[in-house]
């Protein structure tokens, strides 16, 4: 008799926006899904529909202790990604960036697994170089607020790369452009999550700066896609790889849109723009599409929509 033999796959940071839409992922796709989180911007509202499936394990714990788990792959998630949440303790994250990297390439290194790291584009700083692709070494300041978050996630890619050139290990680094939808924390401060919660409201759209600044949206289901085909590429296929809709919007644009969406009485309101905030991000896809056969194909109408009716459901069940 012949046994399907399940993958035994950890999420680190699973009880987050994007780490508990990846476990529902790979749950539907059968593997054994062990959910590793500290429960710092996550939640377990986020993960609780899993909690019953007995192929859903969660454990709490912080990655920047040690961990001893017996797994065949890894995604690294874990740390606050929004900069009012990765501000509040700037020590802390970039503990969580750099001993969190540290241990799970350890335990990689021990189990022989395929370790996925949740890199940003962050990463590039304030770029000056339009799109960004993935040879560019970006424009960072090292000493900033957003620093913390910043250069910790640079370190965290160069321990990956020194683990696979130092140790033979098998890594993938995603380089996620900013990402949006359903479960992302309702006050942690992101711009899409932000607008629509104001408009909701019908309270005042805060734009910082001008509204001038551009970002480009994808939305997560997209974005799970580009994960599972990353860790599923041949092993070659290192990384980075940048993962993010190339639509490209200005602050402001996204607010009206969000304002004529939700057919919000809100007025713009503008706010001094943090230090360092990027001008401009816009991802080259073009490694994506030739190695991983991926583009994303959510327009960012159809996601807002969605992101809408999750905030107006939840606003409606607390307020
Ligand atoms: P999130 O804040 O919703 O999720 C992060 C999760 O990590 C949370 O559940 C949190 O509790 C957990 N965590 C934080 N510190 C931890 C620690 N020390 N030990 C264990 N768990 C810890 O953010 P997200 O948007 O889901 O981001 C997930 C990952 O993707 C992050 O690494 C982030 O840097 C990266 N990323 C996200 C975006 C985006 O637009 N969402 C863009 C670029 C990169
Ligand atoms: N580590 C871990 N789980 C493991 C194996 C290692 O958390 O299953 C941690 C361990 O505590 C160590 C880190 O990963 O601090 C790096 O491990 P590595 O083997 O690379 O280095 P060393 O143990 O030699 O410092
Ligand atoms: N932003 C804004 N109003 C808000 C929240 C954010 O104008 O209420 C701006 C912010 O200054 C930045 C952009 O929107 O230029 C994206 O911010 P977010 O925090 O979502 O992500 P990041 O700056 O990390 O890309």
Redesign the pocket.
């Known amino acids: 008799m012949q046994y399907a033999i399940r993958k035994r796959v950890m999420v680190t940071g699973g009880a987050g926006f994007l780490g508990s839409h990846l476990c529902d992922r790979l749950i539907a796709d059968g593997h054994d899904v062990l959910c590793v989180d500290n429960f710092f911007t996550g939640t377990k509202d986020n993960i609780v529909h899993l909690m019953d499936d007995p192929h859903f394990e969660l454990v709490r714990h912080d990655v920047t202790f040690p961990l001893y788990v017996e797994v065949d792959e890894i995604y690294n998630l874990a740390c606050p990604a929004?900069?009012v949440h990765y501000q509040l303790d700037p020590v802390q994250t970039t503990k969580t960036s750099v001993h969190g990297a540290i241990n799970m390439l350890g335990l990689a290194k021990r189990t022989k697994a395929k370790i996925f790291q949740a890199s940003t584009s962050?990463v590039y700083g304030d770029p000056e170089v339009h799109p960004q692709p993935e040879d560019y070494w970006g424009h960072v300041n090292p000493i900033g607020r957003r620093s913390c978050y910043d250069e910790g996630k640079r370190c965290a890619e160069t321990l990956f790369f020194d683990y696979r050139r130092q140790h033979n290990l098998r890594i993938k680094v995603a380089r996620i452009f900013?990402t949006y939808g359903p479960r992302m924390h309702p006050n942690d401060?992101?711009?899409?999550s932000?607008?629509i919660v104001q408009a909701l409201r019908n309270e005042p759209i805060?734009?910082?700066?001008d509204?001038s600044?551009t970002?480009s949206f994808c939305f997560v289901d997209d974005l799970i896609e580009g994960f599972v085909r990353l860790m599923d590429s041949p092993d070659d296929l290192a990384g980075p790889v940048n993962l993010g809709n190339p639509g490209e919007f200005t602050?402001r644009e996204l607010a009206e849109k969000v304002i004529n969406m939700t057919g919000s009485s809100s007025k713009l309101r503008y706010?001094p723009?943090?230090s360092d905030?990027?001008t401009q991000?816009r991802p080259d896809i073009a490694l994506a599409r030739e190695r991983l056969g991926w583009v994303p194909t959510i327009k960012l109408e159809t996601g807002l929509a969605t992101a809408i009716e999750y905030f107006e459901e939840l606003l409606r069940e607390r307020g």
């Open positions: 929004s900069p962050e900013n401060g992101r711009v899409v932000n607008f805060t734009i910082y700066g509204g600044q970002r602050i706010e723009l943090p905030d990027p991000r």
